[in-house]
């Protein structure tokens, strides 16, 4: 089995940047696409950013892009999400997966994905 553990988030401004990383643990020779998804109170998880076992596939959903930047270093077992310009909106509990379909491309689905850690606080003041 694979583990993730998220760390990176916290209490920011509006404009602020951070930056979150996902640390696999585990069988990671399993792991290939990896996507970040964020929960506000009251609302559905929802896909942020994923990027497939060598980033050569990166999507965003359209509220983070141009904003957000997802990588990975594979020598690390580590994706990260470097998040600009944050907004209120942002604000979330963010949660990194791992792509149970193996596929080599990066899957929007909540359902494509296992693995999930157990999320880190991310909260920007206007």
């Known amino acids: 089995q694979v583990q993730v553990v998220e760390s990176g988030g916290g209490l920011v401004q509006a404009g602020d940047s951070l930056r979150l990383s996902c640390t696999a643990s585990?069988?990671?020779?399993?792991?290939?696409?990896m996507g970040w998804f964020r929960q506000a109170p009251g609302k559905e998880r929802q896909f942020v950013a994923g990027i497939n076992w060598n980033g050569s596939d990166k999507q965003y959903a359209d509220s983070v892009k141009a904003r957000f930047t997802i990588s990975r270093d594979n020598a690390k077992d580590t994706v990260y999400l470097q998040m600009n310009n944050l907004k209120p909106e942002d604000t979330a509990v963010y949660y990194c997966a791992v792509d149970r379909t193996a596929s080599a491309y990066v899957t929007r689905r909540i359902i494509d994905y296992h693995a999930w850690g157990q999320g880190t606080q991310v909260t920007v003041s206007s």
């Open positions: 585990g069988r990671t020779d399993s792991v290939f696409t």
